[in-house]
T-cell receptor, first 114, second 112 residues
Framework: DAGVIQSPRHEVTEMGQEVTLRCKPI?????LFWYRQTMMRGLELLIY????????DSGMPEDRFSAKMPNASFSTLKIQPSEPRDSAVYFC????????????FGSGTQLSVL | ELKVEQNPLFLSMQEEKNYTIYCNYS?????LYWYRQDPGKSLESLFV?????AVKQEGRLMASLDTKARLSTLHITAAVHDLSATYFC????????????FGTGTRLTIIP
């Protein structure tokens, strides 16, 4: 398996623009997570899905952020409009129910909002 | 609100020395994870600890869990340069909930 695949790897945009981050989880994994990593706040859970249904979006910082999972193999995280404080590395992760239930992380998207 | 604290935040150590990273959490947990992150890279799972007294070892790394003290340790034995990375612990607070809260991370630098 290719693992969790995220795109793009890097995104540079200007304030006010719409940004869409994409994620393909590992096939067969029921859970998908979006995390944000910054120096100041560390790793924060933004939202997670179970079987394509959003379960907990309490970590989504503002209404400017939205996430969807239209099917088991694809999810998007959208920021509209983007702001400089959204600059961070955004990770997608997936997992499968089981005793250990480890998260498998994608390579992340480095977002810079100018 | 669950809090997960690691210490130290930064650790520089010489090769061949031993050291321990500590992870404290504020509420009961079913599972505790340790992850490694190399600079500019993703997070890689190292250990999953499922019960009180659990101990797991892989090479020069050994992780343990004391659920009564709400404490996990990651012990490094005879450190080598390629162990330089940031290490995170993460806690699962509700069985089946899947929601992990990560610690602040410990940036480990091994000096030749």
């Amino acid at each position: 398996d290719a693992g969790v695949i995220q795109s793009p790897r890097h995104e540079v945009t200007e304030m006010g623009q719409e940004v869409t981050l994409r994620c393909k989880p590992i096939s067969g994994h029921d859970y998908l997570f979006w995390y944000r990593q910054t120096m100041m706040r560390g790793l924060e859970l933004l939202i997670y899905f179970n079987n394509n249904v959003p379960i907990d979006d309490s970590g989504m910082p503002e209404d400017r952020f939205s996430a969807k999972m239209p099917n088991a193999s694809f999810s998007t995280l959208k920021i509209q409009p983007s702001e400089p404080r959204d600059s961070a590395v955004y990770f997608c992760a997936s997992s499968s129910p089981g005793v250990e239930e480890k998260l498998f992380f994608g390579s992340g998207t480095q977002l810079s909002v100018l | 609100e669950l809090k997960v604290e690691q210490n130290p935040l930064f650790l520089s150590m010489q090769e061949e020395k031993n050291y321990t990273i500590y992870c404290n959490y504020s509420t009961t947990s079913d599972r505790l994870y340790w992850y490694r992150q190399d600079p500019g890279k993703s997070l890689e799972s190292l250990f999953v600890l499922l019960s009180n007294g659990a101990v797991k070892q892989e090479g020069r790394l050994m992780a343990s869990l004391d659920t009564k003290a709400r404490l996990s340790t990651l012990h490094i034995t005879a450190a080598v340069h390629d162990l330089s990375a940031t290490y995170f612990c993460a806690v699962d607070t509700n069985f089946g909930n899947e929601k992990l809260t990560f610690g602040t991370g410990t940036r480990l630098t091994i000096i030749p």
